[in-house]
């Protein structure tokens, strides 16, 4: 297993940004797929985006395109989450994960196997 921290999350307007921050224990980082869930209060976790271990290949649920970009640097064994032009419904806690390698359904949680434990991001109108 792979420990995970994120860090970066905070109260911003809508219309702003922040960027989330995830880093990765272990020497193995650079092989996996890794990905950014949320869950806001009342609601299920839900895919947000995924990258891929090379960085070139990534995917982002229909509500966060075109705002938010994942991105790693795989020598500080981290993966980042640049959110642009917030809304209040962007509002949930973050979390990071690292993908099961084999599957490709990546906006099923299930597919991951470490999570961190979340950094909070609210979003005020």
């Known amino acids: 297993q792979v420990q995970l921290v994120e860090s970066g999350g905070g109260l911003v307007q809508a219309g702003g940004s922040l960027r989330l921050s995830c880093a990765a224990s272990?020497?193995?980082?650079?092989?996996?797929?890794m990905g950014w869930f949320r869950q806001a209060p009342g609601k299920e976790r839900e895919f947000v985006a995924t990258?891929?271990?090379?960085?070139?290949?990534?995917y982002y649920a229909d509500s966060v395109k075109g705002r938010f970009t994942i991105s790693r640097d795989n020598a500080k064994n981290t993966v980042y989450l640049q959110m642009n032009s917030l809304k209040p419904e962007d509002t949930a806690v973050y979390y990071c994960a690292r993908r099961i390698p084999g599957y490709s359904d990546y906006e099923n949680p299930i597919r991951y196997d470490s999570w961190g434990q979340g950094t909070q991001v609210t979003v005020s109108s």
């Open positions: 990258i891929r271990w090379s960085g070139f290949s990534t």
């Open positions: 272990g020497r193995t980082f650079s092989s996996y797929a």
